[in-house]
């Protein structure tokens, strides 16, 4: 989900869209009447093995499409009746779930300065820090206090980047013009894959898209979202060639961007349209991404035999005054993830813009055994801090699995937002938001795949549905090895676990090291961080209780601005308040943080716990003044 730059709402829920026409203004979000859902239709599942004369629907409603890979029927229904249509199903003691066709929704911002043409930037690998940053000057995009947005340069933090092996590839001995196994599938706004990093760049070299196929339709809405009969997935607003870029944007073409996957191709499947929204005075464009589109997209994915599929959309609303709220996760949604992760696909999406923990859906779907279904993708930014926009998780809730750098990327738009013509050059800006972090994601887990290919014993299927290594099916292993090999510290000394279930994407590093076969192999005992505390008043000692191999280093921050390295230390706070307390251990092997707030009180209020890297943990406190006055 990309970032709406607004001063008055500076978190967004979806993705952004910064292609004009002359009937839409800049969107201010919290002006706007969004509608939360599809008015004329209902998505509806009957439980297993109920017969045909138990699968009622309301006289008013029929049937227009059918997600056979989980039993899903799609309904139309009168318009504003879709509440009394769900009454009417949910009495029905064989539905298992009836729900609103829910929307996921792109606002169209206003851009100034807007995008540019890709001549006109001088060192493009510079301007993409989130491959390689060495510090160097990079392109952001500032807005001042009156609104106003500018074009500055901004230096970031060596080493906060995903780590990308291609900054050090001699492209003189590599072949990127034929394509590797593994495929990624990208639901979004469609793409222009006319624009020379997606398009081939030979006569008999096939284009970076696979295939376009669109989902939307006959939705009312896309009257405003023209494609022609030739390209019915052409990208009107811009956002799906942004996130296909960055996933897979063809390399040492002395064109354009470098995508992640250098050597992969994608399947675009336009699931978003536009449509015009009015505040009462103005019309405005955005972009509407209805859940019976996102299954279908994902289904249909699943069986052509995509590795991975990536989401940039999710599920907040913004109500008309401008709050941010999370809505329900829809079941069907889940259940074609779920599906998916049957046949052996990856699934990634963007963990939203809130700047909270709400959970956001797709990014949060579970199975139905509770256990995560899908990689949710935090941002990060060029010092390897959490986006001030982006969703995180805690311990207690570690659904955000990592993050990757979201804050000012540069990306490929249609040619049509620099009014050039896509195959005379190509259109860039810099957009932010945890969109533009899920196809990096995307694009280090089909390079995984790839990697895993050469690991698999002759003869072996490599079909994702029939895949598997290690005792795991292949997806599995490749989530694994994404999320084992996150950086768990960040560039600057971070505690990236204290905002993600498993650190910053580091694409290297999960490229070189192997899962553990199952009951076999000694995958180490590895470091550990762990400690333990016991406050009385302000007055804290810290006992270290790390393991690791050889000589352990440590690195404490107290969360007050104080730091330590020594091995077990006290510390005295100046006031009484909750403090995130992080201990970094070291050992030959790398390094490991792990984090506990404490929270302290003035007087004799005692409080102790524990904290371990390797999961467990416990806290409690009690009064130790004589008369019981703390």
Same mark, same amino acid.
């Given at each position: 989900?990309?970032?709406l730059?607004?001063? #008055?709402?500076?978190?967004?829920?979806?993705?952004?869209?910064?292609?004009?026409?002359?009937?839409? #203004?800049?969107?201010q979000?919290?002006?706007?009447?969004?509608?939360?859902?599809?008015?004329?239709?209902?998505l509806?599942?009957?439980?297993?093995?109920?017969?045909?004369?138990?699968?009622?629907?309301?006289?008013?409603?029929?049937?227009?499409?059918?997600?056979?890979?989980?039993?899903?029927?799609?309904?139309?229904?009168?318009?504003?009746?879709?509440?009394?249509?769900?009454?009417?199903?949910?009495r029905n003691?064989n539905?298992?779930?009836?729900?609103?066709?829910?929307?996921?929704v792109?606002?169209?911002?206003?851009?100034?300065?807007?995008?540019?043409?890709?001549?006109?930037?001088?060192?493009?690998?510079?301007?993409?820090w989130?491959l390689?940053?060495?510090?160097?000057?990079?392109?952001?995009?500032?807005?001042?206090?009156?609104?106003?947005?500018?074009?500055?340069?901004?230096?970031?933090?060596?080493?906060?980047?995903?780590?990308?092996?291609?900054?050090?590839?001699?492209?003189s001995?590599?072949?990127?013009?034929?394509?590797?196994?593994?495929?990624?599938?990208?639901?979004?706004?469609?793409?222009?894959?006319a624009?020379?990093?997606?398009?081939?760049?030979?006569?008999?070299?096939?284009?970076k898209?696979?295939?376009?196929?669109?989902?939307?339709?006959?939705?009312?809405?896309?009257?405003?979202?023209?494609?022609?009969?030739?390209?019915?997935?052409?990208?009107?607003?811009?956002?799906?060639?942004?996130?296909a870029?960055?996933?897979?944007?063809?390399?040492?073409?002395?064109?354009?961007?470098?995508?992640?996957?250098?050597?992969?191709?994608?399947?675009?499947?336009?699931?978003?349209?536009?449509?015009l929204?009015?505040?009462?005075?103005?019309?405005?464009?955005v972009?509407?991404?209805?859940?019976?589109?996102s299954?279908a #997209?994902?289904?249909?994915?699943?069986?052509s035999?995509?590795h991975?599929?990536?989401?940039?959309?999710?599920?907040?609303?913004i109500?008309?005054?401008?709050?941010?709220?999370?809505?329900?996760?829809?079941?069907?949604?889940?259940?074609?993830?779920?599906?998916?992760?049957?046949?052996?696909?990856?699934?990634?999406?963007?963990?939203?813009?809130n700047?909270d923990?709400?959970k956001?859906?797709?990014?949060?779907?579970?199975d139905?055994?509770?256990?995560?279904?899908?990689?949710?993708?935090a941002?990060?930014?060029?010092?390897?801090?959490?986006?001030?926009?982006?969703?995180?998780?805690r311990?207690?809730?570690?659904?955000v699995?990592?993050?990757?750098?979201?804050?000012?990327?540069i990306?490929?738009?249609?040619?049509?937002?620099?009014?050039?013509?896509?195959?005379?050059?190509?259109?860039v800006?810099w957009?932010?938001?945890?969109?533009?972090?899920?196809?990096?994601?995307?694009?280090?887990?089909a390079?995984?795949?790839?990697?895993?290919?050469?690991?698999?014993?002759?003869?072996a299927?490599?079909?994702?549905?029939?895949?598997?290594?290690?005792?795991m099916?292949c997806?599995?292993?490749?989530?694994q090895?994404?999320?084992?090999?996150?950086?768990?510290?960040?560039?600057?000394?971070q505690?990236l676990?204290?905002?993600?279930?498993?650190?910053?994407?580091?694409?290297? #590093?999960?490229?070189a090291?192997?899962?553990?076969?199952s009951?076999?192999?000694?995958?180490?005992?590895?470091?550990?961080?762990?400690?333990?505390?016991?406050?009385?008043?302000?007055?804290?000692?810290f006992?270290?209780?790390?393991?690791?191999?050889?000589?352990?280093g440590?690195?404490?921050?107290?969360?007050?601005?104080?730091t330590?390295?020594?091995?077990?230390?006290?510390?005295?706070?100046?006031?009484?308040?909750?403090?995130?307390?992080?201990?970094?251990?070291?050992?030959?092997?790398?390094?490991?943080?792990?984090?506990?707030?404490?929270?302290l009180?003035?007087?004799?209020?005692?409080?102790?716990?524990?904290?371990?890297?390797?999961?467990?943990?416990?806290?409690?406190?009690?009064?130790?003044?004589?008369?019981?006055?703390?």
């Amino acid at each position: 989900m990309s970032r709406l730059q607004f001063s #008055a709402l500076a978190l967004i829920f979806a993705l952004i869209a910064p292609l004009h026409t002359s009937l839409a #203004a800049p969107a201010q979000p919290s002006g706007l009447d969004l509608p939360s859902y599809a008015p004329d239709r209902v998505l509806v599942k009957f439980k297993p093995g109920a017969a045909a004369q138990a699968r009622e629907i309301p006289a008013d409603a029929q049937v227009i499409e059918s997600i056979p890979q989980i039993g899903v029927l799609v309904l139309q229904v009168p318009i504003g009746q879709v509440g009394n249509s769900l009454a009417a199903l949910r009495r029905n003691p064989n539905v298992l779930y009836a729900e609103p066709d829910y929307y996921r929704v792109l606002v169209v911002p206003s851009e100034d300065p807007g995008p540019l043409p890709m001549s006109d930037i001088t060192n493009l690998f510079d301007d993409q820090w989130y491959l390689r940053n060495t510090g160097q000057g990079h392109i952001v995009k500032t807005v001042d206090l009156f609104g106003n947005v500018s074009l500055d340069t901004q230096y970031g933090t060596p080493g906060a980047d995903i780590h990308w092996p291609g900054a050090d590839f001699d492209w003189s001995t590599i072949d990127t013009n034929s394509f590797d196994l593994a495929r990624i599938a990208v639901l979004d706004s469609g793409a222009d894959c006319a624009i020379p990093d997606l398009s081939g760049n030979g006569v008999d070299i096939p284009g970076k898209c696979l295939e376009k196929v669109s989902l939307v339709g006959s939705d009312p809405g896309t009257g405003w979202d023209p494609c022609p009969d030739s390209d019915e997935a052409c990208d009107n607003l811009g956002h799906g060639t942004f996130t296909a870029s960055e996933a897979v944007a063809r390399v040492n073409n002395q064109l354009g961007l470098s995508g992640v996957a250098y050597r992969t191709g994608a399947g675009i499947f336009k699931v978003c349209y536009q449509e015009l929204v009015s505040d009462g005075l103005f019309l405005y464009l955005v972009g509407l991404c209805p859940v019976s589109h996102s299954i279908a #997209a994902i289904g249909q994915a699943a069986d052509s035999g995509y590795h991975v599929i990536t989401m940039s959309y999710g599920s907040d609303w913004i109500t008309p005054t401008g709050e941010i709220y999370a809505t329900d996760p829809s079941n069907a949604e889940c259940d074609a993830i779920e599906y998916a992760n049957s046949l052996g696909v990856v699934v990634v999406a963007a963990a939203g813009n809130n700047g909270d923990t709400g959970k956001v859906y797709p990014a949060a779907c579970t199975d139905s055994s509770g256990n995560s279904s899908v990689i949710a993708v935090a941002a990060s930014n060029d010092e390897d801090d959490r986006a001030t926009f982006s969703t995180y998780s805690r311990n207690r809730d570690d659904w955000v699995s990592m993050a990757a750098p979201g804050d000012g990327l540069i990306g490929l738009l249609p040619g049509a937002a620099c009014g050039i013509s896509s195959a005379s050059d190509s259109c860039v800006d810099w957009w932010s938001g945890t969109s533009m972090s899920a196809p990096l994601v995307a694009g280090a887990a089909a390079l995984v795949w790839n990697d895993l290919y050469t690991r698999l014993a002759d003869g072996a299927p490599t079909e994702p549905s029939l895949c598997t290594y290690a005792g795991m099916p292949c997806n599995q292993v490749v989530r694994q090895r994404l999320e084992d090999n996150a950086a768990q510290v960040g560039a600057n000394g971070q505690n990236l676990l204290s905002w993600t279930a498993h650190g910053r994407l580091d694409l290297s #590093a999960a490229l070189a090291n192997d899962v553990v076969p199952s009951g076999g192999g000694d995958p180490g005992t590895g470091v550990v961080a762990a400690f333990s505390y016991d406050c009385i008043g302000l007055i804290c000692n810290f006992t270290n209780a790390s393991q690791g191999q050889g000589t352990l280093g440590y690195s404490w921050n107290f969360g007050d601005g104080v730091t330590s390295s020594d091995t077990s230390p006290g510390h005295t706070y100046g006031a009484a308040g909750t403090y995130e307390v992080t201990l970094i251990t070291t050992d030959s092997g790398g390094s490991v943080p792990v984090s506990a707030s404490v929270t302290l009180k003035s007087g004799k209020r005692s409080t102790s716990g524990s904290v371990s890297s390797s999961g467990g943990g416990s806290s409690g406190g009690t009064c130790t003044h004589p008369k019981n006055k703390c």
